[in-house]
């Protein structure tokens, strides 16, 4: 009406949806791997929940949250509903991957709201059900192997030797659907990530907001995300490397690894690699190599770095822009902004006002509040070899002996002991 313009109402919905679009999530189209993390949370505070999270992993490995939704349970209608929203902002397409657990609600959703996109499945928690139903010795190690695989080829010579031992776990695995947890047969662009971590990590650093109540749960939110946004804006500006500093040392320990292999050129993008293990097949203009690891990662590989030096070209120009500062800097270019209106001066609809809204049934919990989360298989797998470490130095300590007394430990000794329990528990 001000510029006299008379447009379709399904003109005008359309323009809205993409300038929601375009504000929302600006940083995730514009410098994010295409690849989303969502895992669900209890919430500790007196009427419970659940906190859904939807998160991506920006070119130097930081997490990049993108939605956040309270509901009641993990069930198919709310995590329908939160995909639903998802999809306000985050259209579906097949270049898309959706990261989760194994919970049948969210692969119901994402088959519903993003018929397009790729799913994959963590690959911890489908170890950790290989630990608990199958106890055959070395088969964990031998599925871990498979999925890790980036050869088509090394994927079947494990899962031969899987179903070689244990048909059963063969036929659990071939049921799970082997495209959802090997890397080399993924459909989509993965990035190599292949677990929950980036979503269970928020819920992690959110342990204490989640005993408060939901506003200001969102609140500590909003405050958390300013600050991590912030903070990553000034590292961004003040690098000064072509790619990011965790790809770079990436790049660095790469380079290190693929000192001695000879580099014999095809024509001006291909190239054989010897020195490997096996010999490699590098093509820089499809930027592929037959390890699997370029095609994947999207970084060159140990064999493609020393392919691109050898025609006096960058590693970063082989590299997946979106790993680069650039795309770095542009995913922190906006500010995550704090509410600028009073609480008492928003207007709030009529229909909101009077509408009665009653707080859900509850009921206290027997027992001590649990305020961590449940130990996995894997973390009580790495504690105990944590444990057997430092028992295995704190006697070694122990045995040292004081010329003066044989059996006797002196305050120095003590202070040797500290010293190297605090060496060890700061190494790992």
């Known amino acids: 009406m001000e510029h006299s313009c008379e447009i379709t109402y399904w003109h005008a919905w359309e323009a809205r949806e993409f300038a929601i679009a ?109 630990v608990s139903f199958f106890k055959t010795k070395g088969l964990t190690a031998l599925v871990e192997k498979a999925s890790r695989a980036y050869r088509y080829t090394e994927f079947q010579e494990r899962i031969t030797e899987i179903f070689d031992m244990s048909p059963e776990l063969g036929r659990y695995l071939r049921e799970a659907d082997v495209r959802k947890w090997a890397r080399s047969l993924f459909p989509g662009s993965r990035y190599d990530i292949r677990t929950t971590n980036p979503a269970e990590s928020i819920n992690s650093v959110l342990r204490i907001p989640r005993e408060y109540p939901v506003i200001p749960l969102l609140d500590s939110i909003r405050e958390l995300l300013t600050r991590w946004f912030y903070e990553r804006r000034l590292l961004s500006s003040k690098h000064v490397d072509p790619l990011t500093a965790k790809v770079e040392r990436k790049i660095d320990r790469r380079i290190v690894k693929a000192k001695g292999f000879q580099v014999y050129k095809v024509d001006n993008f291909r190239s054989v690699v010897k020195g490997d293990i096996y010999d490699c097949h590098v093509d820089l203009e499809r930027r592929t190599c037959t390890c699997g690891k370029y095609d994947i990662g999207k970084i060159p590989c140990r064999h493609a770095i020393p392919a691109i030096y050898s025609r006096g070209m960058e590693v970063h120009r082989f590299t997946d822009a979106l790993y680069s500062t650039a795309a770095w800097r542009t995913a922190y270019a906006d500010s995550i902004n704090p509410i600028a209106v009073l609480e008492s001066e928003w207007n709030v609809p009529a229909e909101v006002k009077l509408a009665k809204v009653l707080p859900p049934k509850t009921r206290k919990s027997a027992g001590r509040p649990v305020k961590r989360r449940y130990e996995s298989v894997e973390d009580k797998i790495a504690s105990s070899q944590g444990s057997r470490r430092i028992k295995s130095i704190s006697a070694a300590v122990v045995e040292l002996k004081d010329t003066r007394e044989e059996h006797a430990i002196y305050p120095s000794s003590l202070l040797c002991v500290c010293i190297c329990l605090c060496f060890f528990s700061y190494c790992f």
């Not at 791997?33 to 505070?45: A, E, M, S, Y």
């Not at 419970?48 to 309270?70: E, M, R």
């Not at 939160?82 to 959703?109: E, G, M, P, T, W």
Request: charged letters at 20%; a positive charge.
């Open 22 to 130: 375009a504000a929302r999530v600006r940083g995730f189209y514009n410098a994010m791997r295409r690849v989303i993390v969502v895992d669900g949370t209890f919430l500790k505070n007196k009427y419970k929940g659940t906190l859904l999270v939807a998160t991506a992993v920006d070119g130097n490995s930081n997490l990049y949250p993108i939605a956040f939704g309270v509901v009641d349970s993990e069930n198919d209608d709310s995590w329908g509903w939160f995909f639903r929203q998802l999809k306000v902002v985050i259209a579906d397409c097949q270049d898309l991957a959706f990261v989760s657990d194994r919970n049948a609600s969210i692969s119901k959703a994402i088959g519903t709201v993003y018929p397009r996109s790729a799913h994959g499945i963590c690959i911890h928690h489908l170890l950790t059900n290989v």
